[in-house]
T-cell receptor, first 112, second 112 residues
Framework: GENVEQHPSTLSVQEGDSAVIKCTYS??????FPWYKQELGKGPQLIID???NVGEKKDQRIAVTLNKTAKHFSLHITETQPEDSAVYFC???????????WGAGTKLIIKP | DVKVTQSSRYLVKRTGEKVFLECVQD?????MFWYRQDPGLGLRLIYF???????EKGDIPEGYSVSREKKERFSLILESASTNQTSMYLC???????????FGSGTRLTVV
């Protein structure tokens, strides 16, 4: 069946450095790719998304890139700050009724 | 501020009990979802509903049922709780035109 693979499962970076999280999807019909951030004790929150007709999207310190040919997309966070510490999930759209297929999550740790 | 509210943050139930998890959204969203979240497994879809009284099975529906009698409320029912249903349960909603999910804060259920 369709799946989304997410790597790494844990990422530790020095404050101020960049962080990159990668996802690969299997369903060629997927056309929407969101990224969610989950802070401790909270539900996931949408931070950025990209549609299949766009190769890159940026919002301040975060950016997402999409390679449709290779079926992978990545989240880039620059100038990391302590508040970026969280679990990040990627997802890909599936079929109708607005379902998403989720990656397993990446725990991002920002070291002071 | 738009919101998805889950009735309990923490629940402890005994094996064999019938358990109700409630979710209410105030955004007039058509689609509602129940996920369970376990470490290393990401978000797994239990059931979803795209309209009142409509429901569809997700990837792991066994041992669960749902009810959607009103548009704003989506209930998850564990007919006979078992220890392997100990998990974090997340409710989400979205409109029929949008993949952007809004999540509740989650219910951490422990079955003893």
């Amino acid at each position: 069946g369709e799946n989304v693979e997410q790597h790494p499962s844990t990422l530790s970076v020095q404050e101020g450095d960049s962080a990159v999280i990668k996802c690969t999807y299997s369903d060629s019909a997927s056309n929407y790719f969101p990224w969610y951030k989950q802070e401790l004790g909270k539900g996931p929150q949408l931070i950025i998304d990209i549609r299949s007709n766009v190769g890159e999207k940026k919002d301040q310190r975060i950016a997402v890139t999409l390679n449709k040919t290779a079926k992978h997309f990545s989240l880039h966070i620059t100038e990391t700050q302590p508040e970026d510490s969280a679990v990040y999930f990627c997802a890909a759209s599936k079929g109708s009724n607005y379902q998403l297929i989720w990656g397993a999550g990446t725990k991002l740790i920002i070291k002071p | 501020d738009v919101k998805v509210t889950q009735s309990s943050r923490y629940l402890v139930k005994r094996t064999g009990e019938k358990v109700f998890l409630e979710c209410v959204q105030d955004m007039d969203h058509e689609n509602m979802f129940w996920y369970r979240q376990d470490p290393g497994l990401g978000l797994r879809l239990i059931y979803f509903s795209y309209d009142v009284k409509m429901k569809e099975k997700g990837d792991i529906p066994e041992g669960y049922s749902v009810s959607r009698e009103k548009k704003e409320r989506f209930s998850l029912i564990l007919e006979s709780a078992s220890t392997n249903q100990t998990s974090m349960y997340l409710c989400a909603s979205t409109t029929r035109q949008d993949y952007g999910y809004t999540f509740g804060s989650g219910t951490r259920l422990t079955v003893v």
